[in-house]
């Protein structure tokens, strides 16, 4: 299977705090991106990076990328109850997403 | 903008009937449209890619003949599961691209869960 894997399956924090969530694909990619979907809902895009970037930042959102470990991290500091959700990565390549086994973050106020 | 809507949300149906579902971009054109499956608690796995007016692309192992796809237009595409059976359950999501949006970007509809019983 081509799918990727992310690590924590399940974090879980006090508001305030950051969450830490890691990705690992397989293939070459053009762009790693990462969604957020909240409980039985669609997906939500958060934020691309693309091969040739090692860091990204959006509002309380950073994300890094090394392709030479094929590895993306997501950090979300000073998390809120509403971060609560389950948060993907997707590799693209050859304009097909694949996408990561998911962390499921629940913050607790 | 860049919105992607899915009809209808939520299908309950007998063993051996057939559902379609749609698949909308409503203010941009999508020009590649995608399906995906995803089952409860885990991740998103594509079953096809669509480029309007042209066959679809089916992923490996995703029956053809059973998970029919139609692109007509630059904004809709459907979803026909013929035959469906309780294993077919699942949430159904479909994401567009293209058009002025960006053509890295997929824009996801809000999913189709389909109860086969």
């Known amino acids: 299977s081509q799918q990727g894997e992310e690590d924590p399956q399940a974090l879980s924090i006090q508001e305030g705090e950051n969450a830490t969530m890691n990705c690992s694909y397989k293939t070459s990619i053009n762009n790693l991106q990462w969604y957020r979907q909240n409980s039985g809902r669609g997906l939500v895009h958060l934020i691309l990076i693309r091969s040739n970037e090692r860091e990204k930042h959006s509002g309380r959102l950073r994300v890094t990328l090394d392709t030479s470990k094929k590895s993306s991290s997501l950090l979300i500091t000073a998390s809120r109850a509403a971060d609560t959700a389950s948060y993907f990565c997707?590799?693209?390549?050859?304009?097909?997403?694949?996408f990561g086994t998911g962390t499921r973050l629940l913050v607790s106020p | 903008g860049a919105v992607v809507s899915q009809h209808p949300s939520w299908v309950i149906c007998k063993s051996g009937t057939s559902v379609k579902i749609e698949c909308r971009s409503l203010?941009?054109?999508?020009?590649?449209m995608f399906w995906y499956r995803q089952f409860p608690k885990q991740s998103l796995m594509l079953m096809a890619t669509s480029n309007e007016g042209s066959k679809a692309t089916y992923e490996q192992g995703v029956e053809k003949d059973k998970f029919l796809i139609n692109h007509a237009s630059l904004t809709l595409s459907t979803l026909t599961v013929t035959s469906a059976h309780p294993e077919d359950s699942s949430f159904y999501i479909c994401s567009a691209s293209g058009g002025g949006v960006g053509t890295d970007t997929q824009y996801f509809g809000p999913g189709t869960r389909l109860t086969v019983l």
């Open positions: 203010d941009f054109q999508a020009t590649t």
């Open positions: 997707a590799s693209e390549g050859f304009q097909k997403l694949v």
